[in-house]
């Protein structure tokens, strides 16, 4: 049996009707997409010595470039293993990395105003990722994940879609931050990013609308390829933002990897289980909502709206989040930029694994996120929004008990940024309006449970009560 039967019979191309072509252009086209987070994810995560409080990782003896250099390093290496588990495990089509949001939450809520150490936030990390596997070996998470009523299964798609839309239209500069209105257009006619990305952005859903195939790809090259010749040509100056910057990476990642284990040492029994907790909820349903929403767009959901074998990929991520607190990154989670790669055919782990070794590539020569400029690489996360959106057919919009969580879910995620809110929105108002009409039979003890547990974890986040424990 030669490499290419062996590849189709483990990936089972037949049952997907797919070829390896089809999975090497998915894989190609998830990774530019969410190449960004080799990037983003050090400059989150590095503490930034001009604010007046500690608020991410620092390393005494090391400059903040050192530190956001190992934190690429460790990002890819996070990223490369939760993939390659998800790919030869799960063997879906879904991509891994340190989670946007997550380390956020990581750098400026524990680290900056829990004023937790940076290493006892890493512990906390990887007792949330030990934790996840053991509640998926014993199929816990599964049947959480069963728990969502129907209604929010089916509108996490379109949910999702949403917020890849205005995640992009941020970067592209086409949408920009008021204080009258919180967001408006932005200088589509004078922002030379804006300019570029929207001549590439409407390239892109040319491209698409005519079933060229890598129609994202070529979007995302052609875009970066524009942008070049712009500045090259002398049209904006050098520092107009239409070019990336470069990233060199340090390989010696030996202060940061392995320093969780020192973070034991100054735990706070108190404040540790708060973290461990807030850390567990939120990647909890931003992974089941990310595998929900792009199984959808895949369609590997069955009539319930459930993932079957969802247990395997749930691993993947466990596993992922635990080498990640060892190494020294946050949280590591399903990408939803996974469903641009969908999009372009991918069916099977052999777009994972793809994804995977174009992370190891980048670690081996220069991230090759560098490569491609924010703006560029969002024009797919646009696209693949936009075209997310068609998944709001699936939802019952006669009925008024699906129609209230539903929308609750689709309208919290984009307007609080997180697919975790969305969710809990729609889960705590579909008991509620199942009782108001009437119809309480229809919901389970356990998403009674699901519910009020939602309501403990806003009262905690948002009630200051993180805060108090310090």
Known sequence: ??????????????????????????????????????????????????????????????STAEVRAMLAVVTILAAATGTFVMAVHAKRPFAQAPGMGLNAFFAFTVVGSMGVPWQTALAAVFVEGVLFAALTVVGARTFIMRLFPEPVKF?????????????GLKEMHVVVADS????????????????????GLLGTFGLYARDVPGSVVLGIVGTTVLGWLVTAAGLVPENAGLVAGSVSPTYDI?????????????????AFALIVFMLFFVDF???????????????????????????KPLLADAVATTVGGMLGTSTVTTYIESATGIEEG?????????????????????PLAAAVPLYASHIAVVVIGVVMLRNVVDIDWDDITHVVPAGMTIL?????????????????????????????????????????????????RTGGVATSLT
């Open 180 to 199: 009258a209105t919180l967001v408006t257009l932005g200088g589509v006619a004078s922002d030379p990013v804006a300019m570029v990305s929207v001549v």
């Open 412 to 460: 919290i995620m984009p307007f609080t940024y997180s697919i975790a809110y969305g969710i809990a929105a729609g889960i705590v108002s579909y008991p509620l309006v199942k009782l108001a009409a009437g119809e309480r039979r229809d919901v389970t003890a356990g998403q009674w449970l699901l519910g009020a547990a939602f309501v403990l974890y806003f009262l905690v």
């Open 254 to 270: 030996s202060p940061l990897a392995g320093s969780f284990v020192g973070g034991f040492a100054t735990v706070d029994v108190s």
């Open 346 to 366: 991918g069916r099977t782990g052999l777009t994972a694994l793809v994804v995977c070794l174009l992370f190891l590539t980048a670690l081996a020569v220069v």
């Open 1 to 62: 049996m030669g490499v290419t039967e062996f590849v189709a019979e483990y990936f089972e191309f037949e049952r997907w009707n797919t070829d390896v072509r089809t999975e090497v252009m998915a894989g190609l086209t998830t990774f530019l997409t969410m190449s960004y987070i080799v990037v983003v994810n050090p400059a989150v995560l590095a503490d930034n010595p001009q604010s007046a409080v500690r608020d991410g990782i620092s390393i005494a003896g090391h």
């Open 285 to 311: 349903f931003n992974t089941a909502g990310a595998l929900t929403g792009v199984s959808q767009v895949a369609g590997f959901l069955d009539d319930d709206g459930n993932l079957p074998e969802a247990e």
């Open 155 to 167: 509108s996490v798609g379109t949910g999702i879609g949403l917020f890849l839309a205005l995640i």
